[in-house]
C-alpha cells in the first residue's frame, strides 16, 4: 500500500513551509523595528515642539513674581497633558498602521476591516464635528500659545481674565464677575492683552489761563509719587504729554499712564481722584460747596 505522504513529499513540505516561515518572519520582523523606529522619531518631535513651547512660557513669567509663577505651573501642567496627548493619539494611529501592515503580510484580507473602520470614521466624523473642530481649535491655541490661564484677552463680546482653558472651550471671567464659556471653535480672533503692559490717557479740561509747564511739573511730580505708592498699579509714573486741544474758553491736557491690563481700570480711578486733588488745590476748580 501507498502510503499517503511518503518521504520525498513531508521533505518537500516541510521546505516551503520553512521558507514561508522564514519569509514571512523577516517581514515581521522588519516590519516591528520600522514600526519602532518611527514611533520613536515621531515621539522625539513632540517632546522637542513641547519643550521649546515649554521654554519660551518659562521665558515669559520670570519676571512675573509669585502670581505669575502659579500661573506658570499651570501653563506647564497644561502643556504636558498635550505632550500626552499628542503622544497616545500618534502611537494609536501608528498601532493601527502597525497593526494592519501585519495582518496583511500574514495573507489576512484586510478589506473589511479598512472598510468598516472607514465607514465609522465617517459616521464619527458627521456625528461630532463641532466637537471634532473644537477639540482641533483647542490644540492650536495651547500649542501656537495663543493666549494661557491668566491672560487677560479679547474674543469676540467677551473681555476678562481666561480661567479655563481645555481642548474644547475656553472660560473667561469679564470686569462685571460675568463667566463666558466659548467654544474653541468659534474663536475667530483673539485680542491678548498680557503680552505687555498697555498704556491709557486721561484728558482734563484746564482753564485756558492755566499756565500749562506748571501744571506739567506738579502733575509730573504726582506721577512719580503715585509710582511709589502704588506700584501694583502703575508699572511707569503717569506724565503730562501735552495738549489735546484748546479753544478760548480752556485747554485740555492729556495725561498717560501705563499698568497692566486688568487693574488699568483701577489704576485710572486712583489717577482721576489724585488729578482732580491736584486742580482743586491748584484753584483750576471750583471748591466743592458745603451743604448745611
Known sequence: MTPWLDAETWHALWVSTVKVVVSVGLRLILITVGYWLVRKALFKVVDGAMARLQSRRAERSDTGGQSASVVSDERMGRVRTLQTLVKSLTGYALFFVYALTVLQTLDVNITGIVTTAGVAGVAVGFGAQKLVRDVISGFFIVSEDHFAVGDYVTIGAATGVVEELSLRTTRIRDDQGRVWI???????????????????????????????????????????????????????????????????????????????????????????????SLLLDAGYLPQPVTVT
Not at 189 to 200: E, I, K, M, W
Not at 219 to 235: M, S, T, Y
Open 182 to 276: 466659548v467654544p474653541n471653535g468659534d474663536i475667530g480672533f483673539v485680542l491678548n492683552q498680557s503680552r505687555g503692559p498697555v498704556s491709557a490717557t486721561l484728558e482734563l479740561p484746564v482753564p485756558a489761563v492755566a499756565d500749562v509747564g506748571r501744571l506739567s511739573d506738579e502733575i509730573n511730580h504726582l506721577g512719580v509719587a503715585l509710582k511709589e505708592e502704588r506700584p501694583d498699579l502703575f508699572l511707569e509714573p503717569p506724565r503730562l504729554i501735552g495738549l489735546a486741544g484748546f479753544d478760548a474758553t480752556g485747554v485740555t491736557i492729556r495725561v498717560a499712564l501705563t499698568g497692566q491690563p486688568e487693574k488699568l481700570t483701577a489704576a485710572q480711578l486712583v489717577l482721576r481722584e489724585r488729578l482732580r
